[in-house]
C-alpha cells in the first residue's frame, strides 16, 4: 500500500447545487492517481471533532491538477469543509479504496438519488471518454437540488423530483423501472451496466426493482456509504453485510462493490458528517 | 550539540525497543494496511485482537464520533491465531521492527491457545493479553477481577516464553489492584489503558449509533484519564508500564513519560494523523536534547522503580 498524507490548496470553491458545496482542491499527483469512484479522507479541523471525513472525487482533471469534491452540511466535520475558501490548505489522504469498474462496451445506466450524484461528473466523463452509451438518472427532493445536466455532456440526462418540480414527479427508481419495460427480455436488461450511489433506502428500493425485474444483481455497482474511521483498513468501523456471510470494509473492498455481494436486507444506514 | 539522547526501552524478557512510540492495538491492523509512515520513529506494532478461531466481528454500525473521540464496537473481528502465525508472522520476521500480538479470548483456555500457537514462531516478539475488550460477550470480566485477571496472566505465562505484556481495563474501582495481580502473576509490563465504556445515542432515529449499543471510547477525551490511570499504576508496580490514551502531540507523549510510563502506545490517532508516530518521536528527542537528559529514564517525575532497574 502506497497511500500517504498530503498537502494540498483550495483552488476553488463554489455551490454545486442547492446545498451543496463544491470544493476544487490543486494537487496534481492525486488528480492523476484517482480512479472514478474512489475516495479520500479530508481532515477536519473543526473543534472537537476527530477523524477524517470520507469523500468521493466527484471528477479530477490530471491536465490541470485539480480534484472535484461535492457535498451537503450534514455536521461539523462537513460544515469547516464548507467554509474552506480559496488558498486555504487541506490535507488529504488517498486516493482509498476500489472505484467503480467501468470497462465494457455495454451501455451504462448512472442512477443517483440525492447527494450520490456527487461521485459521477468523473465516472460519466470516463464512460463517454471509453465510447459507451449512458445514460443519468437522478433524484432530488426540489429542482434547485438537481446537479446540472451540463455536468454530464454526452449522456442522456433525466431526472425526477419528490415535488414534481423537474421530471418525473417521484423516485428516482420509478424513473429506471420504466425502462424495465415488460416483459422483460433475456437479454435486453442484462446488457446494461447500471452503477448507483444514494441513501440506504433508495438502494434497497433499486435492489428490489431489480430483482422484480430479473436484473441480475451482478450488473449493478454500488458506491457503498458507511461509517467510516481510518478508510484504509485498520480500523474495521466501516463493515457491510456480505451475502455470503460475515462483513467486507467499504474503504477496502469498496467503496463501489457489486450489489450481489452486499446482503441488503442487514444493510444499515446513517454516518456522522 | 550533546549526544543524540537514548530513546531505547527494556520492556524486559529481552524485549528492546528503539523507540519508546509503539501503536496500540486495533489501530494497526497487522502493520499491512496502515498509511505509508516513516517507521523508524516506531518501537514496536502491536496487532489487532487475535482470537483462536476467525470471528466476524459486529453487524454494523460499528463507530462513532464524539467529542474529541470515537466510540467502537468492532467486536474482535480477525483471521485467527493460525492465520496470523502461518501468513503474517512469517512477513514480520523479516521487518525490522518488533510485532507484539495482542491476545483476545473468551475462556482462559483460549488466551492459552493462542499464546501456545504463536510460541517459537519466528516474527512473533511479544503478546499482549487484552483482558478488557468491552466489546465482546465475555473478555471484559478477566480485566475486572484481581483474581481472575492473575489468573489468566498465571495460565499464559505457564505455556510461553514470549515477553507478556496484559493490557488493562479502565473500567474497574480499582486499577491497582488488578495491575500489581498481574505482576505478581508474571506480566513482564502492563499497557494502560485500554477504551472507556460509552454510548451515543441517535435522536432523530432515537436508537444508539452503535449497533451493541455501548462501545469503547478513544480518542484525546479519555487522555487525562489515561493519564491519572498510568500515574497511578506506575507509583505501585515494579514492571514498566506502557501508557495508551488519546495521546496525540510529543507534549501528549512526554505526559505519559514524565508520569511513569517507560513508552507509550499510540491509538486512535493513527486513523487521522498516520505521521504522529514519527512527529513524537522527534519532539520527545527534542524534549531530552534540550534538556540535556541523556535518555528517557531520566523522564518521570517521581521515582518509578520498575525504571530503575532496567
Known amino acids: ?273 | 550539540m550533546a549526544e543524540r539522547p537514548d530513546l531505547t526501552v527494556d520492556l524486559g524478557r529481552g524485549l528492546c525497543l528503539r523507540s519508546p512510540v509503539m501503536v496500540a492495538s486495533g489501530t494497526f491492523g497487522y502493520g499491512f494496511d496502515a498509511p505509508e509512515v516513516d517507521r523508524s520513529a516506531l518501537g514496536a506494532i502491536v496487532s489487532k485482537g487475535t482470537t483462536l478461531r476467525p470471528r466476524e466481528g459486529n453487524a454494523p454500525i460499528r463507530i462513532a464520533e464524539t467529542p474529541s473521540g470515537m466510540l467502537n464496537a468492532i467486536g474482535l473481528q480477525n483471521p485467527g491465531v493460525d492465520h496470523v502465525a502461518r501468513v503474517y508472522a512469517p512477513q514480520w520476521a523479516t521487518w525490522d521492527l518488533p510485532v507484539i500480538v495482542n491476545v483476545a479470548g473468551d475462556s482462559v483456555e483460549e488466551y492459552v491457545a493462542v499464546a501456545r500457537r504463536l510460541s517459537g514462531v519466528a516474527g512473533v516478539a511479544g503478546l499482549e493479553l487484552n483482558i478488557s475488550c468491552p466489546n465482546v460477550e465475555s473478555g471484559l470480566q478477566f480485566g475486572i477481577d484481581p483474581v481472575l485477571a492473575a489468573a489468566v496472566t498465571h495460565a499464559v505465562r505457564a505455556v510461553t516464553e514470549l515477553p507478556l505484556i496484559v493490557k488493562l481495563t479502565p473500567n474497574v474501582t480499582d486499577i491497582v489492584a488488578v495491575a500489581r495481580a498481574v505482576e505478581d502473576a508474571g506480566a513482564d509490563a502492563v499497557s494502560a489503558i485500554n477504551t472507556y465504556v460509552g454510548m451515543a445515542i441517535d435522536v432523530r432515529r432515537r436508537r444508539p449509533i452503535v449497533s451493541r449499543g455501548s462501545g469503547g471510547l478513544s480518542g484525546p477525551a479519555i487522555k487525562p484519564l489515561a493519564l491519572h490511570a498510568v500515574w497511578q499504576v506506575a507509583a505501585d508496580v515494579h514492571i514498566p508500564v506502557i501508557g495508551v490514551g488519546g495521546i496525540t502531540t510529543p507534549d501528549d507523549a512526554l505526559e505519559f513519560l514524565l508520569a511513569g510510563a517507560a513508552a507509550v502506545q499510540l491509538g486512535t490517532v493513527n486513523y487521522v494523523r498516520p505521521q504522529a508516530a514519527a512527529e513524537i518521536h522527534a519532539g520527545i528527542t527534542a524534549y531530552l536534547v534540550q534538556r540535556g537528559l541523556p535518555d528517557i529514564r531520566a523522564l518521570p517525575i517521581r521515582p518509578v522503580s520498575a525504571l530503575a532497574h532496567v
Open chain 1, 1 to 273: 500500500m502506497s497511500v500517504a498524507v498530503a498537502p494540498a490548496v483550495v483552488a476553488e470553491r463554489s455551490v454545486a447545487m442547492a446545498g451543496a458545496v463544491e470544493l476544487v482542491i490543486f494537487h496534481p499527483p492525486s488528480a492523476v492517481a484517482v480512479a472514478p469512484g474512489q475516495f479520500f479522507q479530508l481532515a477536519v479541523s473543526a473543534p472537537h471533532t476527530l477523524l477524517r471525513r470520507p469523500y468521493s472525487a466527484a471528477w479530477s482533471d490530471p491536465a490541470s491538477g485539480r480534484i472535484g469534491f461535492i457535498f451537503n452540511v450534514v455536521g461539523a466535520g462537513s460544515a469547516w469543509l464548507a467554509a474552506l475558501g480559496e488558498g486555504d490548505e487541506l490535507d488529504l489522504l488517498g486516493p482509498l479504496g476500489r472505484g467503480f469498474d467501468i470497462d465494457g462496451q455495454r451501455p451504462a445506466i448512472c442512477i443517483a438519488g440525492g447527494l450520490g450524484i456527487a461521485v459521477f461528473p468523473g465516472v460519466v466523463h470516463a464512460l463517454i471518454a471509453r465510447g459507451r452509451s449512458v445514460m443519468v438518472l437522478q433524484g432530488a427532493r426540489t429542482a434547485a437540488q438537481l446537479l446540472p445536466a451540463s455536468r454530464f455532456a454526452g449522456a442522456d440526462v433525466q431526472v425526477s423530483t419528490d415535488d414534481g418540480s423537474a421530471g418525473h414527479s417521484g423516485s428516482v427508481v420509478d424513473l429506471l423501472t420504466q425502462y424495465f419495460a415488460p416483459p422483460l427480455g433475456e437479454g435486453r436488461l442484462g446488457a446494461v451496466d447500471i452503477l448507483t450511489c444514494g441513501p440506504t433506502p433508495m438502494l434497497t428500493a433499486l435492489i428490489d426493482a431489480a430483482r422484480r425485474h430479473e436484473i441480475p444483481l451482478s450488473s449493478i455497482q454500488v458506491a457503498l456509504e458507511t461509517p467510516m474511521g481510518c478508510g484504509v483498513g485498520t480500523c474495521l468501523g466501516c463493515a457491510a453485510p456480505r451475502l455470503a456471510g460475515g462483513y467486507l470494509l467499504t474503504c477496502q473492498e469498496g467503496p463501489c462493490v457489486r450489489a450481489d455481494r452486499i446482503d441488503w436486507g442487514l444493510m444499515t444506514d446513517g454516518f456522522h458528517g
